[in-house]
């Protein structure tokens, strides 16, 4: 059967067609298109500008994906999967209400499907859901959120550790921001600033700071969460006061015009270090708090979210790993940022493995928690 998948969460508007040729093989794809918004001109996203964004491209994408076989007929989906929540209500509504114009148009089923649960089966749609196999940890790192989370089944997820202030996507863009980068996505152009400061380094063209000289830049980096007497320590993340120890530290040496090149790229490497130290210091310390049968039953680590495309946060997770003998998983860098794909794969899962679907009445769900998909909104029909 062919699958049609819409996602409309935040500010990209995507959209895929697969071929669900057999259910022992991954679904085929037929099509996939993105229309990114340009946020460049502003700080972060405008969500008036997301919902335009989606009411002008959303159909447009729809039409191109189902005419993009050869000839001139259109292909006709049997079920559609649209991302229903967590994000933006507007930016949702545009995808939710399109789907159900479209499913009771075609009279096929439509899944509303959790964002996030998308991000966490991703790997799973390139091996046709066999690998990795429940139970699996993942951690969600994106603009919104920063969970590590424990899967133990398709719709059973325990939040094992939470930020308690802004996301990891959010400190990374924030702090780069205070740096003077100011691309759609910060996070890559900060990995690319970190990249450059290292290579040129190595090439001999600019050298490595001392420790003392390092420390004359005012950016002392403190890692949150550390245990303190009368504190214990929380399974938690936090990372507002990364933003502030690169605004404090720009400050602090006269503005980002008095900053050179190499200060600039220096304190960049600096706080990309620290914020994922921070992430593997409270993943490593959550994990000490589990019971060792639990732990022992974890085979595998997924990585998820667009910072998950990052490659200095994917070696370190890799290092911290080395010893548990659990497998990580990277899911490709174009299907951790938000994809119509993991979207559609997951409704495939929601749909193949549990029978459910939505109804008509369904609203968009700004807010949802991962680990009660089911209880906290109605309209699932079996
Ligand atoms: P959510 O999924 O929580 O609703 P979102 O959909 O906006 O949030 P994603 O699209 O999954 O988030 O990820 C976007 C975030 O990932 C941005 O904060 C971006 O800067 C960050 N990001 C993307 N690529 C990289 C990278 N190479 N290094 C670090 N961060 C990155
Ligand atoms: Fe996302």
Redesign the pocket.
Known sequence: YLVLGIET????TSVCLYDRHSRREPPKLISSLTASLDNTEFKGIVPTLALNHHQVHLAPLVSRVLSSGNGLQQYRPDLICVTRG??MRGSLSVGVEFAKGLSLAWGVPMVGVH??LG?LLTPRLLTNGSSPQFPFLSL??????TMLVLSSSLLDHQILANTIDI????A??KS?RELGLNGN????E??KLVRAHESSVMAGVSKALTKDELAEFGIQVKLPLQPKPGRPQAPAFSFSSFVSMVSRGVAKKGGLDALSETEVQVIGKQIQDAIFDHVIDRITFTLSTLPKKVVGGIRDFVLS???G???V?RQKLQDACSDTGMNLHFPPLEL???NARMIAWTGIELWETEGLHSSYDIMPTAKWPLDNILGEVDGWLR
């Open positions: 969460s935040c500010d990209d967590p994000g964002h996030m991000h969600l790192a994106s603009g919104g959120h996301a990891m996507g959010d990374i863009d780069a996505m910060n996070g890559p900060l990995e979210g667009g910072v495309s990052n490659l946060l951790c940022t938000d």
